[in-house]
């Protein structure tokens, strides 16, 4: 499966995050704001807002820098955008005084910022560090089950399952290719199982209707 995915989609399909990850300025922290900001949020809009943003903030002290007010409307475009603004700046407040401004490099460390949910911190150690880890959204969740890789009820309990199914060597690029895979091809709801490369293997539990 995941060697036919690979294949299948191109590395300019990315979502934005695994872009930027990959990307000459790549830093944890850009990783972390980045994946706060694409929250609720369509990747194209977080692309726009993090190309205008990622200038003027290279450190959390260049973003605590910045009145709440103009952060605010840099970030206008993305969903939540005056909670976001607040969020980005304890976040990055917390690592100054709590991590001596260094992104901090553990799932357990990160879920200890206020802010930051395990998607994030799964997203930063991964992309940010390129350390082991599964980050499980909505998109892998339920593309997991539906190919009956898990049987699980949250992504939490997907993670952990995946953790131990799924061998290591693909840990990282898990999310990334489920992500576009779910984007593009196996939505929600009616997936487009015609045009899916894995449709011979797929037993497409709980599907009720697919074009």
């Known amino acids: 499966m995941m060697k036919v995915l690979t294949a299948f989609f191109p590395e300019e399909a990315a979502p934005i995050i695994t872009r930027i990850s990959r990307g000459e300025k790549s830093d944890p922290f850009i990783v972390l704001v980045g994946t706060l ?3 609720r ?9 993090m190309e205008a943003l990622m ?10 820098r910045i009145p709440t007010g103009d952060l605010e409307r840099m970030i206008y475009p993305v969903g939540f955008y005056r909670n976001k603004a607040k969020i980005l700046k304890e976040v990055a407040g917390t690592i100054i005084t709590s991590f001596g ?6 799932i357990e460390e990160l879920l200890s910022i206020r802010g930051i949910g395990r998607k994030t911190a799964n997203l930063v150690v991964t992309e940010g560090y390129g350390k082991p880890g599964i980050c499980v959204d909505t998109h892998v969740h339920r593309i997991s089950n539906r190919l009956g890789i898990v049987s699980t009820k949250n992504p939490h ?6 953790r131990q199914v799924l061998p290591q060597k693909y840990w990282i690029v898990y999310n990334s290719l489920l992500v576009t895979f779910g984007k593009r091809i196996c939505t929600p709801l009616s997936p487009k199982c ?3 490369p894995l449709n011979n293997i797929c ?4 599907v ?4």
């Open 208 to 211: 009720t209707k697919s074009r």
């Open 101 to 106: 401004g260094k992104v901090p490099d553990t």
């Open 55 to 64: 200038p003027h903030v290279g450190t959390p002290r260049d973003l605590l």
């Open 41 to 49: 949020t369509k990747d194209e809009t977080t692309e726009k807002v």
């Open 37 to 39: 900001l694409s929250l």
């Open 157 to 162: 309990q997907t993670e952990e399952m995946l």
């Open 203 to 206: 037993p497409k539990k709980n």
């Open 194 to 196: 015609s045009q899916c």
